[in-house]
């Protein structure tokens, strides 16, 4: 089956350490996005990735990084200079052009205690 | 920077009533794209509008794209409890790949 996959499904975390969200596609997408969603407050973009070894930045990108090493792979870490990082985080990917539908994983939800 | 506002953000109503979600921007869209998240889920891709003025059909639901690109509603007639979910907007931005989202409508339906 083709799809997008994320993991783990729910994750805690102490306060202070880093921590990696999955997300792998099988789609043969060439873009990739990382969205964090809060109660009221939609989908925000935290980072993009348009094509393999290059990602750019989104709305909310601080306290955040990530890597495109490979087309399949999008992995987001998340800092510890991530001020308020409970949250649930959404990965999609789409097709090449800019008229092309997302794609969502079924999300991460990070706790930090 | 670019926002997409949607209003409202609640909507409680009986089964059999119709129901609309609005969209405004900002800024002029290129295209604007209709999502569906219902309760523990992800977002799921409803449909796509490209042309100024475009209106699209699916089933009970009609979707508009306003002559300036600015704006879009989502309607739904005789709403049934299958219904329930949150929809959001989201709007295009030529050559940049991203979508802004709006910050969606929770759909509440009492049966």
Redesign the interface.
């Known amino acids: 089956d083709g799809g997008i996959t994320q993991s783990p499904k729910y994750l805690f975390r102490k306060e202070g350490q880093n921590v990696t969200l999955s997300c792998e596609q099988n789609l043969n997408h060439d873009?990739m996005y990382w969205?964090r969603q809060d109660p009221?407050?939609?989908?925000?973009?935290i980072y993009?990735s348009?094509i393999v070894n290059d990602f750019q930045k989104?709305?909310i990108a601080e306290g955040y990084s990530v890597s495109r090493e490979k087309k399949e792979s999008f992995p987001l870490t998340v800092t510890s200079a991530q001020k308020n990082p409970t949250a649930f985080y959404?990965c999609?990917s789409k097709l090449a052009g800019?008229?092309n539908?997302?794609?969502?994983?079924?999300?991460t939800r990070l706790t930090v205690l | 920077?670019q926002q997409v506002m949607?209003i409202p953000?609640y909507q409680h109503v009986q089964e059999g009533e119709d129901f609309t979600t609005y969209c405004n921007s900002s800024t002029t869209l290129?295209?604007i794209?209709w999502?569906k998240q219902r309760p523990g889920?992800?977002?799921?891709?409803l449909i796509?509008l490209?042309k100024s003025g475009e209106v699209k059909k699916q089933k009970r639901l009609t979707f508009q794209f306003g002559e300036a690109k600015k704006n879009s509603s989502l309607h739904i007639t005789a709403t049934q409890t299958t219904d329930v979910g949150t929809y959001?907007c989201?709007g295009?931005l030529?050559?940049?790949?991203?979508?802004?989202?709006?910050?969606?409508t929770t759909l509440q339906v009492k049966p």
Request: charged share 10%; hydrophobic share 30%; no cysteine.
């Open positions: 873009a969205y009221g407050q939609g989908l925000r973009l993009y348009q989104g709305d959404l999609a800019g008229y539908e997302q794609f969502f994983g079924p999300g | 920077g949607q953000q290129s295209n794209q999502y889920g992800h977002p799921v891709f796509q490209v959001f989201a295009g030529s050559n940049t790949g991203k979508l802004i989202f709006g910050q969606g």
